[in-house]
């Protein structure tokens, strides 16, 4: 069964939910940390949604809606840059298609006509950041604010049409992500920890839409087959997790030189070959540690570690959490 819903009623119902007292604080000591229910003839789950300070605002949803949703919207508005990371769920909007791994960035415009489409085949875990444009000028680092010409696209005028792109998120940005969902903190410490890991996610999204504007204009970009080359060399890293190859003979099974592979892989991907392989194999350890089927030794071994205090060290770096305390956390 398929819902349809426009956009005002869409916003009467959000509007409803905000004001019918079901709305709470999850932590007391921080009255800019509001938790709202998903709208119930919609779904079930929440809305949280954190000011971290004016101009800067983060927000974790966690839902599933009862039946496909298609959200009718108009004159959609975007006052700032918006950065919608997605771990689980699917859905289309505005020109993009998001699911777990992906991410949207919107800049400030506003888009006439868009249809939103919510999928009921996964539950919907999104973290989305905004920051309105004064916010950006005041990071420029420019004694007037000026932003770099490569992000100029992202704060211009409120009748400009809304800037679309989605991509594929790096471990990096997947373990940031995560972190923010899992902060350990409350008060002021959880304000503090959320603030720098919103901002961390934020100059990621904004180094890469940078390298993009900046690869817009070089003349000699990746051909379509080297970049297919590029995705076939990660999934050989992705299939071949205990026993993964070497540099070199990654670039032999794609046929490309050491050195290509390498420089295409940071413009794909952003990060070095090693960069993503470690990434990866902390994401499938965090996945399968959840799910409590295996032992902490033998998800060591599934993602290339035959040294469990080496895989302990390198998850705490990566999760600031031990292999064993993640799986006691969703173990309860």
């Not at 809606?65 to 009718?72: K, S, W």
């Not at 998850?315 to 064993?324: A, N």
């Amino acid at each position: 069964m398929t819902i349809t819903i426009s956009q005002q009623a869409y916003n009467e119902l959000w509007n409803e939910m905000r004001t019918n007292g079901t709305s709470h604080y999850p932590d007391p000591s921080d009255q800019f940390d509001v938790m709202h229910k998903y709208p119930q003839p919609l779904g079930k789950g929440y809305w949280r949604e954190i000011q971290l300070r004016e101009g800067f605002n983060l927000t974790i949803s966690d839902y599933r809606v009862c039946d496909r949703l298609m959200i009718e919207f108009s004159d959609l508005d975007t006052t700032g840059i918006e950065y919608h990371f997605h771990l689980s769920g699917q859905t289309q909007c505005r020109q993009t298609f998001l699911e777990g791994g992906r991410y949207g960035v919107y800049g400030r415009g506003i888009e006439k006509e868009s249809l939103g489409d919510i999928s009921t085949k996964q539950p919907f875990l999104e973290v989305i950041i905004e920051m309105l444009p004064e916010t950006l000028h005041s990071m420029a680092g420019h004694p007037d604010g000026e932003i770099p010409r490569e992000l100029q696209h992202l704060v211009g005028t409120s009748a400009q049409p809304c800037y679309c792109r989605d991509g594929i998120a790096t471990p990096a940005m997947q373990t940031v992500a995560k972190q923010i969902i899992h902060c350990p903190y409350r008060g002021i410490a959880k304000r503090v920890y959320l603030e720098g890991k919103a901002l961390e996610l934020m100059g990621m999204l904004l180094a890469v839409e940078m390298e993009i504007q900046e690869s817009n204009s070089n003349p000699h970009p990746l051909t379509g087959d080297l970049v297919d080359r590029i995705y076939y060399a990660r999934d050989i890293l992705q299939q071949r997790l205990e026993n993964p190859p070497s540099l070199r003979e990654l670039a032999r099974l794609v046929g490309l030189n050491e050195c290509t592979l390498k420089q295409g892989f940071r413009e794909v991907f952003g990060t070095t070959v090693f960069g993503f392989l470690h990434g990866y194999c902390m994401e499938q350890a965090w996945q399968m540690l959840q799910t409590g089927t295996w032992k902490v030794g033998e998800v060591a071994n599934m993602v290339g570690y035959n040294d469990l205090t080496a895989f302990g060290r390198a998850f705490r770096k990566k999760f600031g959490i031990r292999p064993r305390d993640c799986m006691k956390k969703f173990s309860v």
